[in-house]
Every structure is written in C-alpha cells, then in structure tokens.
C-alpha cells in the first residue's frame, strides 16, 4: 500500500503536467493511440524476458514520434495513421504473449492496472520520468505555451514548432508508459485528460491548470485506492471512476461548455 500511494504521488505529476498539455492542444486521440501501441512493447517484454515497462516506453516513444512525424511532415490523414499505429502496436503485443512460453497471469496488469504490485524498482523509473518530465516543461515552458495556442505566430518568431511537438509527443509516450502500471493501457487515457479537464473548467492559467490537475489526479488516486480496498474491486478502474463522476458533477456545475482557456503564462 505504500509503494501504492508513492506511485499515486508520482503519476499525479506527470499526468496533470502532460494531461494539461493534451488537453489544451485536444491531442485526446493522438494520447490514445501512443497509450495502445505501447502494448507491443509491453508483449515484447514477456517473450524477450526484459522489464516490460522498458518494452513500453521504447514502443510508446517510436508510435509517439511516428505520429508526431505523420501530423508535422507529411500530408497524410493524421487519423488514418494513428489509428493504423494503435491497432498495429496492440497485434504486435497480442502475437507476443501468445508466442510466449509458460503463464503470463501479470498481462492483466498491463491492460487493467494493478497500482497495488508497483515494486520499488517500478517506482525508481516513475521518480526518473517524472524528473525529465518536469526538467523539460520548466526549461521550454514558454515555448510549450506558444505552440498550444498560436503556432502560426510562434513560427515567426521562429520558435521550433515542429521539434518542440514531437519533444510533447515523446513526453506523452513517457507518461502512457508510467499510467501503464497505475490503470492500464484500457483506462489510461481516462486519467490523462479527465484531471486536466475539470481544471480547465475553473481555471484560465496553464500554471495554475497543471496545479490543479496535479491535486485532482492524486486525490482521484487515494479515493480510488481507499474504494476498491473497502470494495475489494480493481483498483485501477475505481479510481477512473472516481476521476469520471468528478467530471460529470464538474460538468453539471459549470454547463456542458468549459471555459476556453486563454494564452497566459
């Protein structure tokens, strides 16, 4: 239970910085299929025998940069290819654990969460994320806040647009790999953009936005954790739920259209 609540500490940090960002450029879609090709590597972890969150972040960060690629470089139908990279990354991890030799029960891990059999070593490479994480959007904050909501203009004033969103990209991937071990690839992408979300209901700051996402994800965590302990359901998708019924009574309190956030620092 305690390397449970570290985890929950540590994925809050980054799924309200990166869901913040999602949600504000509405990349919801492009997140999802980063979050489902990362299943491939996840199968290519139980056959080659190697951690499978390793397996993950490699097969989320190649999806991630071919999307980035597809939507900045190419003419190509963005969605045509995110969707062909979610279904391709989830086939490659199916034909894996198939070809894999004995009993693969902690699958269910992956796909469903299981925050509860967070090891310290897990927890290790959620602290290393998290830092990255967290070192790259203080250091290109401004830039990050450019391309968000005026890239035309941020090109003039030649910031690296196109760098700068696969560098977003190559974060996302970073965090679907950590969410992976907390709710599963299934139920990630929930918690990635609900927090973030209901923050943009009621702030009109990105700082102040990710501050809050930041707190709503962890408070998610912990009630989620505390339900499906008391209940003795799954964890992971307890605590979706718990993010879910926050966003409709977030929802009913403010109407069904959220507050356009505007382009402070």
């Known amino acids: 239970m305690q390397n449970a609540l570290f985890a929950g500490v540590l994925t809050s940090i980054a799924s309200g910085i990166i869901g913040s960002f999602v949600v504000i450029n509405r990349i919801v879609f492009i997140a999802g299929?980063?979050?489902?090709?990362?299943?491939?590597?996840?199968?290519?972890?139980?056959?080659?025998g190697f951690n499978p969150v390793l397996g993950a972040i490699g097969f989320s960060v190649f999806a991630?940069?071919?999307?980035?690629?597809?939507?900045?470089?190419?003419?190509?139908?963005?969605?045509?290819?995110?969707?062909?990279?979610?279904a391709i990354g989830m086939a490659i991890g199916v034909i894996f654990v198939d070809l894999t030799e004995g009993y693969t029960a902690n699958l269910r891990?992956?796909?469903?969460?299981?925050?509860?059999?967070?090891?310290?070593?897990?927890?290790?490479?959620?602290?290393?994320?998290?830092?990255?994480?967290?070192?790259?959007?203080?250091?290109?904050?401004?830039?990050?806040?450019a391309i968000s909501f005026d890239d035309t203009f941020a090109r003039l004033r030649n910031?690296?647009?196109?760098?700068?969103?696969?560098?977003?990209?190559?974060?996302?991937?970073?965090?679907?790999?950590?969410?992976?071990?907390?709710?599963?690839?299934?139920?990630?992408?929930?918690?990635?953009?609900?927090?973030?979300?209901?923050a943009n209901l009621y702030v009109q700051n990105l700082k102040k936005m990710i501050l809050l996402a930041i707190g709503l994800c962890l408070s998610f965590t912990i009630a989620g954790l505390a339900l499906s302990y008391i209940l003795n359901l799954t964890s992971g998708a307890t605590i979706v739920l718990?993010?879910?019924?926050?966003?409709?009574?977030?929802?009913?309190?403010?109407?069904?259209?959220?507050t356009p956030l505007p382009p402070k620092a």
Not at 33 to 48: K, Q, R, S
Not at 66 to 86: A, F, H, N, P, Y
Not at 166 to 192: E, K, N, Q, S
């Open 33 to 48: 299929g980063i979050a489902h090709a990362a299943y491939g590597g996840v199968g290519m972890g139980f056959f080659f």
């Open 64 to 86: 991630a940069l071919g999307m980035g690629i597809v939507e900045t470089k190419t003419k190509l139908r963005g969605d045509t290819v995110i969707g062909m990279l979610w």
């Open 109 to 145: 891990s992956y796909l469903f969460g299981s925050i509860l059999a967070v090891s310290k070593q897990d927890l290790g490479m959620m602290l290393l994320l998290d830092m990255l994480i967290v070192v790259l959007v203080i250091a290109f904050y401004k830039e990050f806040l």
């Open 159 to 198: 910031v690296p647009v196109d760098s700068l969103y696969l560098l977003l990209m190559v974060m996302i991937a970073l965090t679907t790999a950590m969410l992976m071990r907390i709710v599963g690839v299934i139920l990630l992408i929930a918690l990635l953009s609900m927090p973030a979300a209901i």
């Open 242 to 258: 718990c993010a879910a019924i926050a966003y409709l009574i977030s929802l009913g309190i403010n109407g069904i259209h959220s």
